[in-house]
């Protein structure tokens, strides 16, 4: 491969090759080096590459140089049907392609829209019905609007599909073959993933004719760029060393992977109580939501984003310098998809995991697909068990500080608590020495038997029916009781 190819030599139009050089780019990376000539001779990709490697443009620019053919200032909605679609999983994703496509075709006649779900539909029908060349859309919101038969694909050449991998995690193979079937037999068919599987396979088969394979780096890699570092901790820890590795690498900018959208606004909420600037991005935050976040975190007013899997596919970050796994994913897979969104365009990155005592065979799942031991590193304090039998009473010498005594400092810190009284509490002695029966006997009521043979019947003779005792006063108030009673009499 030569390393010297720049984008003039690929074959693409002076005004596409004038938005690149806007952009501030001046040499292809690999994958685009390899799939734009083939996107621009008319062949099936099957293409696979490393997340944050430049996919997005390899099949962006090719696209927009096939329908300058067709570019044209006229308003008539008839002169601008839909001649491509791109499918991808997510809103964020849709949206980041939408945004390629504007960047390096807005010297071109080329009319685009996006259109996902979250939103009012109308406003997408409008700009549908005014005529566009190119269609970026989610399967569930492109269902919508074909229901509406506001779609029109008799005009259609080129069907990409993005991230393809993840839309079959997602369930959406049946709304894919839907689509397909109302597509021209005759078209040229993209599809991109960072990952191959059986699964992939199975659907390129009958999607692509005799497509070419392309794979910029092995299967299932990450990008060489990208530092990985396992901390080993208690799962009931991970947050203290959360904290403890946002402060003590003063990370300005850092997004955190989750596993739910419950536990992605609750670690949002946790680290905003500690003065973090925090925000969450999941399924459940509508599509407002969801781009301010995204923004504040971009933009610089967000220290921290917390995000789920589904979420975050498709977020797009310059110097993005660390993505934490305060959760490992259940798909390995996932893995690969979430450290590539640092390390992009060849910057540097670094990924680390807070792997609990029970994520260890999550991690060996990972190891196994990279191919690769990670790199474990100790944090002092939080590579021990902290249980209750641990915590020092006041009789214990050693220093509440050091690493023997794994109630360290930086630890009571990020959990809040202070050099007080309670610094060297014991909660067994406390249990040990506590006598009151109320807490170490079961309590017995002790029942007035004069009062329950006193039993109050409705109508026995007739229904048979008859009041419970009224409820015996506790033990706890018993005495009280007996004093009032005292008293009166």
Do not use: W
Not at 474 to 489: D, G, Q, V
Request: contains cysteine.
């Amino acid at each position: 491969m030569d390393c010297n190819v720049t984008f003039e030599q690929l074959g693409l139009s002076s005004e596409i090759l004038r938005a690149v050089a806007d952009e501030g780019y001046t040499a292809p990376t690999p994958v685009q080096e390899r799939v734009i000539p083939l996107i621009l001779a008319g062949r099936d990709i099957m293409a696979s590459a490393q997340t944050g490697t430049g996919k997005t443009a390899g099949f962006t620019l090719p696209l927009l140089y096939r329908l300058q053919m067709y570019a044209s200032a006229s308003t008539s909605p008839a002169r601008h049907p839909i001649r491509a679609l791109i499918i991808a999983p997510t809103r964020e994703l849709a949206i980041q392609i939408s945004n390629s496509v504007k960047r390096y075709g807005k010297y071109l006649a080329v009319r685009s829209a996006v259109v996902f779900g979250g939103v009012s539909i109308e406003p997408q029908v409008a700009e549908m019905q005014a005529g566009i060349e190119i269609l970026v859309a989610t399967p569930g919101r492109l269902l919508d609007l074909i229901e509406r038969k506001v779609a029109n694909f008799s005009k259609t050449e080129v069907l990409i599909l993005d991230e393809a991998d993840r839309m079959l995690d997602m369930g959406f193979l049946p709304d894919i073959k839907k689509v397909m079937a109302l597509l021209p037999s005759q078209r040229q068919s993209l599809m991109f993933s960072a990952t191959f599987s059986d699964e992939i396979k199975k659907l390129a088969n009958g999607l692509l004719q005799h497509p070419v394979q392309v794979e910029v780096a092995a299967q299932n890699t990450v990008n060489k760029s990208i530092s990985h570092v396992i901390h080993r901790v208690v799962s009931k820890n991970k947050f203290a060393l959360l904290q403890y590795l946002i402060k003590k690498q003063n990370l300005e900018s850092a997004l955190v992977f989750v596993k739910t959208k419950h536990g992605a606004s609750q670690l949002a909420r946790m680290l905003v109580r500690r003065k973090i600037q925090a925000l969450a991005i999941h399924g459940d935050k509508n599509q407002l939501q969801r781009s301010h976040a995204l923004s504040e975190f971009k933009n610089g007013g967000v220290q921290i984003l917390v995000a789920t899997d589904v979420a975050a596919r498709g977020i797009d970050i310059e110097n993005l310098s660390h993505v934490i796994n305060y959760e490992l994913p259940s798909n390995p897979e996932d893995y690969v998809h979430r450290v590539g969104r640092t390390g992009r365009a060849g910057s540097e990155g670094n990924a680390l995991s807070l792997v609990g005592e029970n994520e260890t065979e999550l991690l060996a799942n990972i190891e196994k697909l990279l191919h690769t031991k990670l790199k474990v590193e100790k944090v002092s304090g939080f590579d021990e068990d902290l249980s209750v039998k641990n915590v020092p009473d006041r009789k214990n010498k050693i220093s509440a500080g050091t690493t023997q005594n794994y109630n360290s400092q930086h630890i009571r810190n990020a959990r809040g608590e202070k050099n007080g009284k309670y610094a060297n509490f014991s909660y067994d002695r406390a249990l040990k020495n506590n006598k009151d029966p109320i807490f170490t006997e079961p309590y017995v009521p002790q029942v007035n038997l004069a009062q329950s043979a006193n039993v109050e019947r409705v109508g026995s003779q007739s229904l048979g029916v008859y009041k419970r005792d009224k409820k015996i006063i506790p033990a706890l108030f018993m005495a009280h009781t007996r004093k009032k009673n005292e008293e009166s009499n």
